[in-house]
């Protein structure tokens, strides 16, 4: 039996938001949904098809309501992130993969 240890540094809430996420590599948007939050980082379900791999740099856009987005000045929420797993193995009933990403400030 092997044991998992626990690396989150935060507390995840599970949510299941849509976000569309920018892969820079593709030159495209891929729409999905969060599986969990957390202030370092989400848990993502994307299209099995989605051609990202650990170590890839993505952008994050959890668009807001019409009400939330004049409160905050925006209609999204954009963060930046790393990809630190990418789960292929055993697809779930909809063909999607689990894709963690791991917040960061990204410098350009």
């Known amino acids: 039996m092997e044991t998992m240890v ?6 995840r809430t599970e949510v299941a ?10 030159n495209r948007f891929i729409n999905g949904r ?3 939050i957390s202030k370092t980082g989400v848990l993502l379900r994307l299209p099995a098809t ?3 791999n650990a170590g890839n740099i993505v952008e994050l856009n959890f668009p807001r309501t ?11 929420r954009i963060k930046s992130g790393k990809v630190v797993r990418v789960d292929r193995g055993g697809l779930l009933d909809d063909a999607s993969i ?3 990403v791991a917040f960061e400030e990204i410098e350009y």
Do not use: D, H
């Open 34 to 36: 969060s599986a969990n």
């Open 98 to 100: 689990s894709v963690g």
């Open 50 to 52: 989605t051609p990202l």
């Open 66 to 76: 019409m009400t939330l987005a004049k409160k905050k000045g925006g209609f999204a």
């Open 17 to 26: 938001w849509p976000v569309s996420v920018w892969l820079p590599e593709a």
């Open 6 to 11: 626990e690396q989150r540094k935060s507390l």
